[in-house]
């Protein structure tokens, strides 16, 4: 199994509105992505949990918060998000993060946030 | 961080080969060439990636040149299903290993 799952697959959020996003995969990986593309646009990394510690934190905003509560699951908590913060948010996972330059990383099909 | 140009977009037809360039004149001797392809409304799925010699798998080949400043994705015979942005990415080995940063990759049409 290759799959990582994002919940939900759409999202429309007000300015005020707390929400989360979710991530799982079951392949054993122990490394996890957030990553944000805006339409048209290429992905862009926003944070990587390795062995469920935060390793890297790409100056994003504090109204998103990443969660790494085991090493299968990944949350990103929102929190009075600008409507330029609409995007398609993406998971990935790999292997453990620490050979990264032959790791192959899996994508989810993402999340489709909308901020009104 | 060294970086990959590639043309916006390419045309090809189905069952017919297609080469996907990339250069990457500030590759490092530690860098690896990989490439990603993002599906409409998918995320992106790993191709093939590799250092100096070429390499072949199940999806394409990867062709690199001998000085390494440039290389190009093979897709032996091209299927609609092939339609995608394909991406060009170098890793180091280095410090930033965990970063994969993507360029504004090519958009592959596919016509039947």
């Known amino acids: 199994d290759t799959e990582v799952t994002q919940t939900p697959k759409h999202l429309?959020?007000?300015?005020?509105?707390?929400?989360?996003?979710?991530?799982?995969q079951h392949m054993?990986?122990?490394?996890?992505?957030?990553?944000?593309?805006?339409?048209?646009?290429?992905?862009e990394?926003?944070?990587?949990?390795?062995?469920?510690?935060?390793?890297?934190?790409?100056?994003?905003?504090s109204r998103f918060s990443p969660e790494c509560p085991n090493s299968s699951l990944l949350n990103l908590h929102l929190h009075a998000l600008q409507p330029e913060d609409s995007a398609l948010y993406l998971c990935a996972s790999s292997q453990d993060g620490l050979q990264t330059f032959q790791e192959t990383q899996y994508f989810g099909p993402g999340t489709r946030l909308l901020v009104l | 961080d060294a970086k990959t140009t590639?043309?916006?977009?390419?045309?090809?037809?189905?069952?017919?080969?297609?080469?996907?360039?990339?250069?990457?004149?500030?590759?490092?001797?530690?860098?690896?060439?990989?490439w990603y392809r993002q599906l409409p409304s998918q995320g992106p799925e790993y191709v093939i990636h590799g250092l100096t010699s070429n390499v072949n798998n199940r999806m394409a080949s990867l062709a690199i040149?001998?000085?390494?400043?440039?290389?190009?994705?093979?897709?032996?015979?091209?299927?609609?299903?092939?339609?995608a942005v394909y991406y060009c990415i170098l890793r180091d080995v280095g410090q930033g290993a965990q970063k994969l940063v993507f360029g504004q990759g090519t958009r592959l049409t596919i016509n039947p």
């Not at chain 2, 977009?9 to 530690?30: A, F, K, R």
């Open chain 2, 65 to 83: 040149a001998e000085d390494r400043k440039s290389s190009t994705l093979i897709l032996h015979r091209a299927t609609l299903r092939d339609a």
């Open chain 1, 45 to 61: 990394l926003m944070f990587v949990y390795s062995y469920e510690k935060l390793s890297i934190n790409e100056s994003v905003p």
């Open chain 1, 12 to 24: 429309v959020m007000g300015m005020t509105n707390k929400k989360s996003l979710k991530c799982e």
């Open chain 2, 6 to 34: 590639q043309p916006n977009s390419m045309e090809s037809n189905e069952e017919e080969p297609v080469h996907l360039p990339c250069n990457h004149s500030t590759i490092s001797g530690t860098d690896y060439i990989h």
């Open chain 1, 28 to 43: 054993g990986h122990r490394a996890m992505y957030w990553y944000k593309q805006k339409a048209k646009k290429p992905p």
